[in-house]
């Protein structure tokens, strides 16, 4: 019997460094990385299980740096980051916990801590800006969606000094059971916060803060991951997005089919959809423009607006003098957003990806409004206008247009590159 035992565990310890490589062969047949145009370019599909290994894999070291650095910003100690994810877990789709557990085996890190870091979102800061332009407001008619994903420049990995930006990726995502889509992220994360899917559905995400908040619903970053692997349409995206919600956010959501641009704002107990001709769009100071939706970091339905701060309207010298004297953002945001506006309005019927990028990296960095290049400057250090990316899609073409930030350079200010969700698809490793 001994002997029987013996002969059993030196089997096991014979096939289990091999049973582990082929599985490693398995998961990353679907997947590879190479550079185009100086940008890295991250192919992952298959499972979703596979699809994070993948990711994991090719792009270890720098996945084990974000997730640090993720770590190491967040206010919250890791005990307590596990504790929101025991609680919101039990919302968050499986294939998406099993994308975790790939993510967590190809880079060589504990699931704990890679789960522990996507609760550390929670923390962030999220000051994004974004819109859809469609029809007459554009050159061709077509949808055009635009994104600035934006974060402080200063979040980096205490072991390397590395910042999380310069790890920069494109991934093209292609699950098994859903729609290819392209994304400008950062390794580590499954997405940035929004994209494009071969479906025409386009999305960006921007932080709300709000008292109306909860931890028994699904994670913000996981309902995009649901719009862009399985929405068709604009509606399937909208019920994807006001069900078990959880914090602040709004979005930005474009079908290119239709084509169609919606807003949407979210809390843990309300939400609005509209788009440009809805009554709500018009609440003074904020006003409509045709065939046009856009959003940044504050709520305009007024229900919505009192989850979020005392004063409605932010604008004017009363926000500029709260601004000062409380630190209360809203009129650095309202400038942000009435200059992205006016900006807009100015090139309207003429917005296209050429004009649209460049238009945007002048208007984001001050160069249209030199009051918002001042309070540009003086929040050095948070994420207002620090874009990380920028990007413009043409979706139903499959075209993109995109800027990275570099270590010392913010997006608006560094070259932008061409790609195509399509032709991507047909690349090979």
Known sequence: MRKILSLLIIFLLFISPAWHTSKANTALKGGWLKEIDG???????????????Q??????????????????????????LLEIWNITKNYIPKEYIEELHGLADGAGIKFEDVVAAYMSIISWGIAC????????????????HFRSFDLPMNIADPVTGKYVHENAVLIVRNPKNGYASLIPSVAGSLHGGGGFNEKGIAIGMQTCWSRDATFYGTPAVFRVMMVLDHASTAQEAIDYLISNRTAGWNFVLSDAKVPIGYVIETTANLSYVGTYDDAIESTKPFWSIDYVVRRT????????????????DPSGIKGFIRLLLKKDPFFAIWRSY?????????????????NTMELMQKVYRGDTDLFLKFLIKLAEGTSFNRAWNMWVARPSTGDMVVSFAERDKIAFDTPYHYFNLFRLLEEKP
């Open 55 to 80: 990711h994991g894999y090719l792009l270890r070291n720098e996945t084990k740096e974000n997730l640090r650095a993720f770590l190491n910003t967040s206010p919250y100690s890791c005990e307590k």
């Open 129 to 144: 800006f974004g819109f859809s332009a469609w029809g007459p407001a554009t050159k061709d008619g077509k949808l055009y």
């Open 297 to 312: 970091n504050f709520f305009i339905h007024p229900e919505l607006a009192s989850t979020q701060r005392e004063y409605y």
């Open 338 to 354: 009435k200059t992205v506006s006016v900006a807009i309005e100015k090139n309207w019927g003429s917005i296209e990806l050429n």
């Open 39 to 53: 940008v890295k370019v991250l192919y992952v599909s298959g499972t979703h299980y596979e699809m994070g290994y």
